[in-house]
Structures are given as structure tokens and as C-alpha cells.
């Protein structure tokens, strides 16, 4: 059985950049149903999607929400890109691993593969 991080980067900006975490998240989604161990980390830019995709409106909010409980975020960069009070309030958990920011190199040591989108 594989364990997979899926490491979204991709920011906010573009219809490519929703494609990104759809396709991060679908991935996610399909480990999870084939009861592999995942985790989906939002880091950089990406952790701008955790509002936007908490929004009950939004195209993609029920496929987030169904993952909430695989999710975290980079506790550096959700204050960075300003979005650190809104992942506070989310399912999500604020990593702060190594220098602020999520340890990678345990996700590898623990035998994850590290998908990024």
C-alpha cells in the first residue's frame, strides 16, 4: 500500500491554477478510496485555496470538503499570502515543521512519495 503527500502549489490566479488543485485534489481522493495513506499539504501560494474552496459556493467546495480531514498547511507561508486567520479557522492544520514551514524530507523519510501540483 503506497502513501502519497500531494503538495499543492499552485496559487489562485488562473483558470491552469484551479486545474492544479482539482487535479491535486481528484488524485488525493483516489488514494484515499483505494485506502492508501495520504496526506495533501497546502504550501506556498496554494494555502490560498483553503478559503477560497471553504466557500460552499465554490464549483470545487464538496470535493474539498469530503478531504478536509487529509489537509494541512504551511503555517509560514498562510501568513505570507495573508490567508493564516482563515486556515486557522479550517479543518486544516498549520505545520511549522522545519523553519516554519512543513518537513518534506519526513513525509520522504516515512516512505511517502511527494506529488506536487
Known sequence: MPNAAIVVLAGTESASDLGRVVNGLQTAQEFDDAGDGVEIIFDGAGTQWIPELADE???????????TDLMSACNYCANAYGVAEEVEDSPAELLDEYEGHPSIRSLVDDGYEIITY
Request: glycine share 0%; hydrophobic share 25%.
Open 57 to 67: 459556493d465554490h464549483d470545487y467546495h464538496s470535493l474539498y470538503a469530503e478531504l
